[in-house]
């Protein structure tokens, strides 16, 4: 499950493997979380409010359309 997590947080945001781990490791292995805190550059509890306020859509967050 590592595996596919870091291969989703690099799909999505283009970032290298080492940052992934990062994201991931900083994101207590949340996946959505990782992406955010690596694409938008926020603080994980940053990103899980941006996540909790598109109601877990993650593109929503990712396209600026979530509140927070």
């Known amino acids: 499950l590592v595996e596919r997590s870091l291969r989703i947080v ?3 945001t283009g970032c ?3 940052e992934a781990e990062s994201a991931l490791e ?3 292995g ?3 979380c990782a992406v955010v805190v690596q694409a938008l550059g926020l603080s994980p509890e ?3 409010k941006r996540i909790e306020a598109a109601n877990g859509r993650l593109r ?3 396209e600026g359309n979530a509140d927070a």
């Open 10 to 12: 690099r799909a999505i």
């Open 46 to 48: 940053q990103a899980r």
């Open 26 to 28: 900083r994101s207590g």
């Open 30 to 32: 949340e996946v959505k």
């Open 60 to 62: 929503a967050v990712l």
């Open 16 to 18: 290298s493997r080492e």
